[in-house]
């Protein structure tokens, strides 16, 4: 049966029902007692993991039955009224079909390096705008510091939004995107000068480095 995309909490259930990968045997922990010196530094936990992951399966399925509930709107370039598009920036507005289709794979992308047992590296925009959202999608959800635990409790379970940012986020010079008194900026030169490349939504695909391609292989 369906889930309506307006509905994130039903969503949120069905989700966590699904099976996922042994995030324990893909994501080890050290433990600091063994006098690791790269054990005190931040870790993904299997239950940090399993929330991401689930959070971007969520995203990659809502997105693109949204597009299935909203196509004749997304059609006429309004996106508005979708749970999942509504958090983007107003850029992404007039977008076409094709365009959304990309924007979930970018959240598919992030749980194929999960199940590959990698850390979340994004590749290209898109893919550090997805990471975002899933982070964001955490911090406002009941089961922040990633509980109900799923595998056995770690220090780093209870790690902040602004930490997992720090930690899996290379810049985020995308958020200029989300305050509308930065509008424009993803076409002004003195920003592309300091290095604020690909935030034109026409450019959110590209890769980042051509030894790392977009593209996954999928598992």
């Known amino acids: 049966m369906?889930?309506?995309?307006n509905n994130p909490v039903e969503r949120r259930a069905t989700m966590k029902k699904l099976n996922e990968p042994n995030f324990e045997k893909?994501?080890?922990v050290e433990d600091e007692e063994l006098g690791c010196e790269e054990c005190s530094s931040w870790q993904l936990t299997p239950n940090m993991v399993s929330c991401l992951y689930q959070g971007a399966r969520e995203f990659h399925r809502g997105i693109l039955e949204?597009?299935?509930?909203?196509?004749?709107e997304v059609e006429r370039g309004d996106s508005e009224g979708s749970f999942?598009?509504?958090?983007?920036?107003?850029?992404?507005?007039f977008k076409e079909l094709g365009?959304?289709?990309k924007v979930a794979e970018s959240y598919q992308n992030l749980t194929l390096d999960f199940k590959a047992g990698k850390w979340p590296l994004p590749r290209c925009t898109s893919e550090e705008i997805a990471l975002y959202m899933v982070i964001q999608d955490a911090r406002?959800?009941?089961s922040f510091n990633f509980l109900p635990k799923n595998y056995a409790p770690h220090k780093d379970d209870t790690l902040s939004a602004e930490e997992l940012e720090e930690m899996l986020l290379e810049d985020t010079d995308f958020l200029f995107l989300f305050q509308p008194k930065y509008d424009g900026i993803q076409n002004d030169a003195a920003a592309a000068q300091l290095g604020m490349v690909n935030l034109d939504t026409d450019d959110w695909f590209k890769p980042f480095r051509e030894e790392f391609p977009v593209k996954r292989k999928k598992r």
């Open 99 to 101: 365009w959304w289709e």
């Open 84 to 93: 999942y598009f509504e958090g983007y920036p107003q850029t992404t507005k």
């Open 66 to 72: 949204d597009l299935d509930w909203h196509r004749e």
């Open 140 to 142: 406002n959800s009941p």
């Open 26 to 28: 893909l994501f080890p």
């Open 2 to 5: 369906s889930i309506k995309p």
